[in-house]
């Protein structure tokens, strides 16, 4: 028996039928309903995003990304929409449902 022989069967898959299209895309993660889009960047400037510049003026959630064409308000809810304001996000439930 060799390091990485442990005995078990050794996994065989068949290949599809059909190659699939390449490139296939990406998974997308479904956000709560107000939870912020980490990645978001208001036109793809560093800087610009839900925790600091969207905070910093809450106007900026009714302007209009022209990358996305939507509203700032669709990626940081947290900052943008009343009935996310006061809630608190997915992450802080997590962390404090696991503190002692």
Not at 80 to 95: F, R
Request: glycine share 4%; proline share 10%; aromatic share 8%.
């Amino acid at each position: 028996m060799t390091h990485w022989d442990d005995g078990a069967e050794p996994c065989r898959l068949s290949p599809t039928a059909v190659p699939t299209a390449s490139p296939t895309p990406a998974p997308t993660l479904e956000r709560g309903e107000c939870e912020d889009d980490a990645n978001y960047l208001y036109k793809g400037y560093e800087g610009r995003n839900c925790s600091v510049w969207v905070a910093e003026q809450g106007n900026n959630c009714l302007k209009i990304d022209p990358v996305t064409d939507k509203k700032v308000q669709f990626f940081c809810p947290s900052k943008c929409k009343d009935k996310c304001k006061d809630k608190p996000t997915e992450m802080a439930v997590l962390i404090t449902a696991a503190s002692p």
